[in-house]
């Protein structure tokens, strides 16, 4: 391997594993191994003249590295598959790169990489990784076709014409049209998304509290609601075959009919999470656009939610949801055999009020009174799931407590049914929102009384009432507590890593509300604001005329300010010459923008004769270095030693 190869191997890798690394947690093990120990081999071996594969052997380890990736995912061709035989080739590739057009292509598929890490994750940190990584290959790419300056010359170029890039980027990101949905109708299925699911039995809503994911943000129009009012309804719960409560079947309704009380308007920020259902806060009034209300009062999406997204809604929290319906009477089917005790127990109430509220009261006396606790590891029930928790366990997390009270109210002939969620949230003081997470997933019940139509009843607030006042972690005994919260066992530091949290979490809110957030739809009202209407034919012809208007005054902008430094200082080589051609108009000698060195070192020598040698050495050495690419390191010592003994004076 030649030296100049040798030089540029260690900066092209580098760049190609920046721009790998977030696909190593995502990449099946061997092709990690594959890509880290050919990397590790060719650089081993550049430095120690080892033996390199032939073409050969190479081709025969591509097709072998082809059909491995093709077999790891089942011969689908998807994006996991895409970016895993992307990841194949390249650690192939460095092998490769035997030309200065080998290294070209090996760092334009190193752009093309970055990209592709934007269709995993679009969040903050990923954007400003993705900055980092583009920043680094575009160095490297200055590197390799300008090898006689420093490594830390070619960086500052690169952030410069980034920078410069800016402008640009901005005006096509406001301007450009936008495309509805997902890039190329792509949606990643093998993200793994952690939420709410369909069926609620014991375990499904205590093994989010592990999670500290965040489910969604809100943001109040006004003043925030109480404690007692944060419960964010998602999806009801009707069927029940002894052990599991299921969706029942809904329609939509233009507006659910809801009565009495006052509004509140709010913003959602929801995380992907793969089903149809949004969260509202109990109750919703109103759907947003991708959205439909559904007769249990709840809000269905068109389709799966697998991106971010934002809406606005308004709920009420005080209301009457009016008469019960025919087809609401789902809500007191119940298996007919199983949990002997239990039906007792309901139909003894039964029996003794006759006025459903007395009923629902003395179930909420009955879990109050008989030494139930709330617990995130409850033993295993039996077969008689409601009669083993109600009578020998007593020690569940909400959706055991929901499940047994839904069970006792339809048993009492009263109409039941169970709300999945969250409840509560955290205000983050430096936004003025509420962050959710899969940590606040909570089930409560709902029953149907005369005169108020679904009352919302909430059985864990009869055990542990801290629950909906602090949040899970003041509910829970502190044995279970151990290893969740870290923050709280570092003393001085807790409020000042809070802070932190808080601000970064902010940062990313922003975020995603002006940069993610900025849909079709937003950049209508945008462009309607400034007088262009899309859905006009004049209006694309105004959009097409002020873009090419703003690139040309940027472009104008950086041609006025390169021909106001004809001379770019980019590295040690540039510099010289700077200091070089400085010497010489201090005695009248100056070269006129745009003039090259070989051109300018003609004029000169023809006004200063007694210069020529001189002139003559160093512009020679420059073009070497700058242009031939064939100057070393011993060439560049010795253009600066001359640059700094060349002292012409000035003629008398």
Known sequence: MKATDKKHLLPILGAILLAVSPHLFRLPPWIVIWCLAFWAYVLAASKNNWYRPGRTILVILTIGGFIGGLATYGFKFNLDTGVGLLAVMLGLKPFEMKTHRDRMVTLFLVYFLVITNLLYSNNLVMSLFMFASVLLATAVLIRINHPSGSFAANLRLSGVIMVQALPMMIVLFFLFPRIQGTLFGMSNQSIAITGIGDRLSPGSISKLVLSDEIAFRAEFKNSIPGPDRLYWRGIVFQHFDGKTWSRGQTRPVRQAPVSAGSTVGYTLTLEP??????????????????????????????????????????????????????????????????????????????????????????????????????????????????????????????????????????????????????????????????????????????????????????????????????????????????????????????SHLKKIIFRWDAANNYWNQWVLGYSYQRQRELLAQIGINIGSWKGPVKLILLVLGLISFFVFLISMRLFKTPVAKTDDVQRCYVKFCAKLTRVGLTRKPGQGPVDFAKTAIDLRRDLEVNIQEITDLYVLLRYARGGDENALKKFKERVKEFAPKPTI
């Open 273 to 494: 999470q793969g089903e149809k259902w949004l969260f509202a806060l109990d109750m919703p009034i109103t759907s947003p656009p991708m959205a439909r209300m559904q007769n249990d009062h709840t809000l269905m999406a068109y389709r799966k939610l697998k991106a971010r997204i934002r809406y606005n809604v308004i709920s009420q929290t005080t209301y009457n949801t009016g008469d019960f319906k025919s087809e609401e009477r789902t809500a007191l089917i119940l298996p007919a055999q199983g949990n002997p005790k239990s039906t007792a127990l309901a139909r003894s109430w039964a029996d003794t009020f006759d006025n459903p509220a007395k009923i629902v009261n003395k179930a909420l006396e009955f879990f109050s009174q008989n030494d139930f606790v709330y617990s995130l590891n409850p033993p295993l029930l039996k077969e008689d799931a409601i009669d083993d928790f109600l009578f020998k366990t007593r020690k569940g997390y909400c959706e055991h407590y929901a499940s047994a009270f839904a069970f006792l109210m339809r048993k009492a002939k009263i109409p039941a049914r169970i709300v999945g969620g969250y409840l509560g949230g955290e205000l983050n003081p430096y936004g003025n929102y509420l962050i959710v997470r899969q940590s606040d997933a909570h089930a409560w019940v709902e029953v149907w009384l005369p005169a108020r139509g679904w009352v919302r009843i909430d059985p864990t607030s009869a055990v542990a009432p801290e629950r909906v006042e602090q949040g899970f972690e003041a509910a829970l005994p502190p044995e279970e507590l151990e290893g969740f919260f870290l923050l709280k066992h570092l003393g001085p530091l807790q």
